[in-house]
């Protein structure tokens, strides 16, 4: 199983360290990285993405389940 989960629709002002903070909840993270919309345009579909990795497989198992029962409303897993 993988150790990297992909989150989409991250708010324009998001932060790597308050989404971390998010995902460490559920194991050890190694890291976390947000990347840039690919256009300039502002609609959600355009919004900053992330890659989060986790220690283990597990883990990132873990999280994905956790956060796809308790959505947090910033999130799109």
Known sequence: MATTL???GLGP????RELGE???RYGHIARCDILPPKT???DSSHNPYAF???I?????ANALQALLVHFHPQLSL
């Open 40 to 42: 300039r345009r502002r």
């Open 52 to 54: 989060v990795e986790f």
């Open 22 to 24: 998010i995902f460490e």
């Open 56 to 60: 283990t497989s597990s883990d990132a």
């Open 6 to 8: 992909f989150v989409a």
């Open 13 to 16: 002002t998001a932060r790597a």
